[in-house]
């Protein structure tokens, strides 16, 4: 009997999951730890996580696994579990951001145990860089941390940009390369608890594109291809400082004569234009479309 009563459970649970990958096609799974405490947080979670018939997600208050089935040319876990962190829901790969978690109601307001606190009441902070290999690292605070005040969130970002622009204005493919290398390493540094809810959304959009571009650019020594690589980068990175308090001002220019007359952008802290797309070739060639503060 017992026996019997064991693949009454079990039976169903296969049947559901063959249902769901007839559904989706090119179905992959993840089962990952996803952070609740109520019924009504079971519906949070599944619909943020759907994605029309590409994704479903089924979450267990209990054991608080989530098993994401995903269609894996069209989507990833990952995507589906920053939609399901910006509801604010913290998981194996993605913290909710701090106002997002607020907004809960009181009764969904579960335990952050990947956010521990430390004795002094002050929190730790967790290093999101390898939210792409489920790994956080937690962080202690250091005394010489600047504020939020003190420093905008992304100046760790600007910063080898800037450099690496200028890398390229001068035609010097090593610079870049090497400049490119420390913007892989400010993206790692980016510190997620310190972002807005607008930041942090932005964020996890196009870290992975950032670092992608990036490292196209420190591969490579062929300058016309990191030229490439940088007019996407400057676009992913202008997107996101769009939605953040910059430490302006910063110009955003255009090249009309770039990729066979396609035209290309690029971010600067001067507003005479110093092209990085043809270097002394033309290096006045471009002008100032849009001015961040």
């Known amino acids: 009997m017992r026996l019997i009563s064991l693949l009454g459970l079990v039976i169903p649970v296969l049947l559901s999951t063959q249902h769901t990958h007839a559904q989706i096609k090119n179905a992959k799974t993840a089962t990952v730890k996803v952070f609740g405490n109520t019924p009504a947080v079971k519906t949070i979670i ?22 994401v089935t995903y269609d894996s040319s069209e989507t990833s876990a990952d995507e589906v579990l920053k939609r399901i962190a910006l509801a604010g829901f913290d998981n194996e790969k993605f913290l909710a951001p701090d106002d997002a978690y607020i907004q809960l109601a009181k009764a969904e307001q579960y335990e952050r145990i990947l956010k521990p606190a430390l004795k002094n009441g002050t929190e730790h902070q967790v290093d999101h860089t390898n939210h792409s290999q489920g790994v956080q690292t937690i962080i202690q605070p250091s005394a010489n941390t600047k504020s939020a005040d003190e420093k905008t969130a992304f100046a760790l970002l600007t910063n080898p940009y800037f450099a690496l622009k200028d890398a390229l204005v001068k035609t010097d493919a090593v610079a870049a390369a090497a400049q490119a290398e420390a913007f892989q390493a400010a993206i790692k540094a980016v510190d997620m608890n310190k972002l807005s809810h607008d930041e942090h959304t932005v964020w996890m959009k196009v870290m992975n594109k950032l670092a992608t571009d990036a490292a196209g650019i420190t591969k490579n020594i062929d300058v016309a291809k990191q030229r490439v690589a940088f007019a996407s980068l400057s676009n992913t990175l202008y997107e996101l400082l769009k939605v953040s308090k910059v430490d302006g001002p910063i110009y955003y220019q255009h090249c009309p004569m770039f990729n066979e007359g396609k035209g290309a952008h690029w971010l600067s802290k001067e507003n005479a234009v110093k092209n990085p797309f043809f270097g002394a070739q033309m290096i006045s060639c471009g002008s100032t479309v849009e001015t961040l503060n």
């Open 46 to 67: 599944e619909k943020e996580g759907k994605d029309g018939q590409f994704a479903k997600v089924d979450w267990n208050q209990t054991t608080k696994l989530a098993v």
